[in-house]
């Protein structure tokens, strides 16, 4: 950095004291090195503590038959008496160590799995994986509070995740998630600790990813009898990620760092796509959905739920806001639900969807011009393209037409592409 390469002969002419000039090298070397060493060594120091914990189970599994059951009893617990030490230590001597806190706590997390799971084969204790799995994450959710570790706190939602797949969508007969639930909101109250304590760090990113996917993927598991309305839930999960998003906090943050906003933004995107064909409002016509208990069914609670939150978090979005200024996106879960209610009557649904697309592709494309982005701008075009791509399966065009549309799609991209940098150019100078 050119001002430490001055600072000698700013002593020199007597602009600063040597005492001045060494306090200058200290902070910028604190600046640029302590936070990227400090990483590291949070990082390695995770995965030391999983590999260790996964040799030591390997090495005592070579010799695992040949031992007595006392002995294998004794193995099973022996890493989760070393893991609670090394923690207890990590309390007490290294409570200011990120790196030790972390990866102290990680190998015990594995410890407890690798300890429930020896102790049910030695004493042939019966179960399945789902069980073992609420077990596991429910002995270790603790961890998270006492000891403040964020990676176990990631460990515990991926563990709830499958365990939530597990029972409702790979076993058979199916069964409620209900304790996945109770398990994700024990783990919030972390999450807001974590914002408040450190609000950038790269574990709350990691959290602001895992939470939504977390959502993502088993929201599908309330689905019973009336699974039509399941759309219309994730329409408006999808709603609650993108605004989310959009909060102040979170609408600072880098395109890569906010989960909620690109998975709400993407899922909308896809849901929109799949139902711009006409095989889903087919179905939903021909269905006796009308005739079901609609109104207390699971699903109807689940969408009224999520669309009323959504509906709070749109009102807040568009608060003080112009009508020009409002996110093409934002108000796109209550547009379906319009379309939904008039697909249970009528064809003119999926025309609706592919209006809300082209009109969603142009007004991102109008955005992206005022903000002088290139990605929304692009993102908008592909948006088109895929619609474009979509109605090439499902219309009577001829092939020339066909070609004739993708040919103006990609002039498309080039054109605006070349003019949104050839403006910035002219701005420039």
């Known amino acids: 950095m050119s001002i430490l390469k001055d600072l000698e002969d700013l002593v020199k002419a007597n602009v600063i004291t040597e005492d001045i000039a060494n306090n200058i090298r200290s902070y910028y070397q604190t600046k640029s090195e302590s936070?990227?060493?400090?990483?590291?060594?949070?990082v390695f120091g995770i995965?030391?503590?999983i590999l260790v914990g996964l040799g030591i189970i390997l090495i005592i599994a070579h010799n695992w038959d040949e031992l007595?059951?006392?002995?294998?009893?004794c193995f099973a617990f022996l890493p989760l008496v070393l893991g609670q030490l090394l923690c207890c230590y990590s309390l007490l001597k290294k409570s200011g160590s990120t790196a030790w806190k972390e990866s102290t706590t990680a190998f015990l997390f594995f410890a407890i799995g690798a300890s429930i799971a020896l102790v049910s084969q030695i004493y042939h204790i019966p179960g399945d994986l789902s069980s073992f799995l609420l077990t596991w994450m429910l002995i270790s959710l603790p961890l998270v509070y006492v000891m403040g570790s964020s990676v176990t706190s990631l460990f515990v939602l991926i563990g709830i995740t499958y365990y939530a797949c597990e029972v409702s969508y790979w076993s058979y007969p199916y069964s409620d998630s209900y304790m996945y639930w109770l398990m994700l909101l024990s783990i919030l109250p972390y999450y807001y600790l974590l914002y408040k304590k450190s609000p950038n760090s790269n574990f709350m990113v990691l959290h602001n990813w895992a939470i939504p996917l977390s959502l993502t993927i088993t929201l599908g598991t309330l689905a019973d009898k009336t699974e039509e309305l399941m759309f219309v839930s994730y329409f408006s999960?999808?709603?609650?990620?993108?605004l989310v998003g959009e909060l102040n906090f979170f609408s600072q943050q880098k395109t890569r760092n906010s989960g909620y906003r690109t998975i709400g933004s993407l899922g909308t995107i896809v849901l929109l796509m799949i139902l711009s064909f006409d095989w889903f409002w087919e179905d939903l016509r021909r269905s006796d959905f009308l005739n079901q208990k609609i109104l207390i069914s699971q699903e109807f609670l689940v969408a009224l739920l999520l669309s009323t939150l959504a509906?709070?978090?749109?009102?807040?979005?568009?608060?003080?806001?112009r009508l020009t200024n409002i996110k093409p996106l934002a108000p796109i879960f209550f547009f379906f639900i319009l379309a939904f209610v008039l697909g249970l009557f009528s064809p003119i649904a999926p025309i609706l969807i592919n209006l809300y697309v082209f009109g969603l592709g142009l007004l991102t494309i109008r955005q992206g011009v005022r903000e002088n982005h290139l990605g929304i701008l692009n993102f908008g075009l592909i948006i088109i393209t895929v619609l474009i791509a979509c109605r090439f399966f499902d219309t009577d065009l001829s092939f020339v037409a066909r070609g004739i549309l993708f040919v103006s799609v990609g002039a498309g991209f080039f054109i605006t592409n070349y003019w949104m940098l050839k403006k910035r150019k002219n701005h420039d100078t």
Request: no cysteine; glycine share 8%.
């Open 237 to 242: 999960l999808f709603g609650v990620f993108y």
């Open 311 to 321: 509906g709070v978090l749109l009102y807040t979005h568009l608060k003080n806001k």
């Open 68 to 73: 007595s059951r006392f002995t294998k009893t």
């Open 35 to 42: 936070p990227s060493s400090n990483r590291l060594f949070v």
């Open 47 to 49: 995965l030391g503590a």
